[in-house]
């Protein structure tokens, strides 16, 4: 039963081959698609890991190693393939917009202190998948997008706590309650593509507002106390 639980884990390189795939194919509604399916994967499989007790009963396979793999694919390399395939940025930013995503979130990824043990993370945490998603739908001026991803791959570097939404402790009901109904609106988002409701969009952008002032507030806070 416990290697139910990596299956499933594990069934997120799937969603990020044919995501892959999809990039190619200059399908991004589909690649979109495959990128839910994962977040959904990687938002459940810890729950299923835990009830399992994957730890005591297979403790010499590494689970967290197996996630950290296929998190860095769909949360950072096929977005950045994305970014360089959809003309998101400059001609000449394509390719150093794509490298600053995946060296800086190679660096998040292999810190030993990305996931606090009060369930922080550290640094900005490489949601690139959501980041792309809000480019290729707004689609603010090249420029503008271009400024994000690198404003976005220093706060790699800046050590900022921020929410780890299934885990943390503070404020988690609200949370868990808001960041479903984003997710709910985020599905629709990418079930219209290309042509998304300007309110459905602008509506959507209330819990990435609320996620960001909650982990600044949060990490203020414990810096003043």
Known sequence: MAWLAHFY??????????????????????AFLWLYVQVVIDAT???????????E??????GAKLDDI????????????IVWRAGLVPPAWTTPAAAVMLMSSAYGFNRADAKTDDHFFLGFPS?????????????????WNAA???TLA???????????????VAFRRLTLGLGSLWAILLLVMVWQLPAV???VLLVSFTFPVYYVSLSLWLDVRRRLA
């Open 9 to 30: 884990t594990a069934s997120g390189a799937l969603a990020a081959f044919f995501a892959t795939a999809a990039v190619f194919d200059a399908d991004y509604r589909r």
């Open 45 to 55: 499989d810890g729950v299923a890991a835990r009830a399992l007790r994957v730890k």
């Open 57 to 62: 009963r297979l403790p010499w396979f590494d």
């Open 70 to 81: 296929i998190d860095y694919l769909c949360y950072v390399f096929v977005p950045a393939l």
């Open 127 to 143: 949601y690139w998948n959501i980041v792309t998603l809000y480019l290729f739908v707004a689609r603010w001026p090249l420029l």
């Open 148 to 150: 994000i991803l690198l």
């Open 154 to 168: 220093v706060l790699v570097f800046v050590p900022l706590r921020y929410v780890y939404p299934s885990r943390g």
């Open 197 to 199: 409701s300007g309110a």
